[in-house]
């Protein structure tokens, strides 16, 4: 109680100079610092009430927010997955090739080359090289170092590490559990059968003479008889492809999400502070000067002095002649036939079944607990004053 005294009397001083500041400016600050009693006929008195702010205490009581965890037991399902094997037949279609032979008699042009000489006579430029020296005079500039010592004055700032702590807010991350619907897919592999056409190419086959159209003319041509390039295709096949079967499952998961909460933890921290000193150092440093001198070099060179000389030589001549030869070419030709063959394989499916399970899991509880705490509050109370006026009518 004492300090709300002084607090008290410490804001009546306060307004009590405000008020003498304003009749300052009015002009009766002379009359108050003159003596009240020489101006009493001339001066009347008027009661003014001042708001003052007077500190008090009080008990508050707040309800705080606790997290409290609970322990259940919660009954889980898990998939077991088993593989079973189904036997399936179908039908394969496998082609069986065979090869046969043709004789085709056609008459080619064998080059053979000889060789005949003839003599050339050609003129060359050789050119012979010769030295020759000759005095150059330069001048250099050759350094000369010289090392003297001199003394260096500077500062240097010296680290002073000091341990201060601060309160840091850090986020824990609080877990709930919630359920939210999935869909699954536990379809099956399916066997289909498709039908897949044969491949079109080109082979070279023996066709006799004959005439035919021109698509580009127009006009009928004969056609001499040889090996052409002809446009043929596989017989279509029967193959077995795998196809996925959906079939979508509806059910519930848990999931686990994590709620931040606020933390204030006190964390130490490093501050570091430099404080200068003087060093004083012995500096080597180096002076250059120059000195030139006078050097004579002797410098070689070379000189190109063209000869010229006639050479005859002998060049060799490729000649071409052409030989008619008759040859025999066996072509093989292939015949497909298809051979229709039935077979078995086993196809493992999936089978899933479910497998109850006993967990303990932990669950939070809100809890609210009272908590008492002291506050000050400051409650305005009025005071009265007696502040003298001026008549302005008075001499």
């Known amino acids: 109680m004492y300090g709300s005294d002084r607090a008290f009397s410490y804001q009546l001083f306060t307004k009590a100079i405000q008020i003498m500041k304003v009749l300052k400016l009015l ?6 610092l003159g003596g009240f009693g020489a101006l009493a006929p001339a001066a009347s008195v008027q009661t003014v009430y001042v708001r003052m702010l007077q500190p008090c205490q009080r008990t508050v009581t707040r309800y ?12 889980c399902y898990r998939r077991v997955w088993e593989t079973q094997y189904q036997v399936r037949r179908y039908q394969v279609a496998r082609p069986v090739w065979e090869t046969s032979y043709q004789e085709c008699r056609y008459w080619v042009l064998r080059p053979v080359w000889e060789t005949r000489w003839r003599i050339c006579t050609e003129r060359r430029v050789r050119y012979v090289r010769e030295t020759r020296y000759r005095q150059y005079t330069y001048t250099v500039a050759r350094p000369v170092v010289e090392t003297h010592m001199e ?6 700032w010296r680290p002073v590490w000091e341990t201060h702590y601060r309160e840091h807010c850090t986020t824990q991350w609080r877990p709930v559990t919630t359920y939210r619907t999935v869909q699954e897919d536990r379809g ?15 082979r070279l086959r023996w ?3 004959r005439c035919e159209v021109d698509p580009n ?3 009928q041509v004969y056609r001499w008889p040889g090996l052409y390039w002809v446009l043929e295709s596989e017989p279509p096949r029967t193959i077995a492809r795998r196809v996925w079967k959906p079939q979508i499952v ?30 004083v150092r012995q500096v080597p440093k180096r ?17 190109c002095r063209p000869v010229v000389e006639e050479v005859k030589h002998r060049v060799p001549v490729q000649v071409c002649r052409w030989v008619r030869q008759e040859r025999v070419m066996r072509i093989p030709v292939q015949t497909c036939r298809i051979v229709y063959e039935q077979r078995e394989e086993k196809v493992p499916v999936q089978v899933c079944r479910l497998v109850a399970e006993k967990r303990t899991v932990w669950v939070p509880r809100v809890v609210w607990r009272p908590m008492t705490t002291v506050e000050t509050v400051y409650v305005p109370r009025y005071v009265p004053l007696c502040v003298p006026q001026c008549d302005p009518c008075a001499p």
Request: one cysteine or more; proline letters at 7%; a positive charge.
């Open 207 to 209: 066709l006799p003479a």
């Open 64 to 75: 705080v927010c606790q997290t409290q965890w609970e322990r259940q037991e919660v009954v």
């Open 287 to 303: 002076v250059c000067r120059v000195v030139y001198e006078r050097r004579t070099q002797r410098i070689a060179y070379q000189v």
């Open 250 to 279: 509806t059910r519930k998961v848990p999931v686990t999400t994590y709620v931040p909460q606020q933390v204030r933890v006190r964390v130490p921290y490093q501050v570091c502070r430099w404080v200068p000193e003087t060093v």
């Open 151 to 156: 003394q260096v004055r500077y500062t240097v």
């Open 188 to 202: 099956c592999w399916v066997t289909e059968c498709a039908v897949v056409p044969g491949r079109r190419g080109y």
């Open 217 to 219: 003319t127009g006009q």
């Open 27 to 32: 002009g009766v600050a002379t009359m108050l």
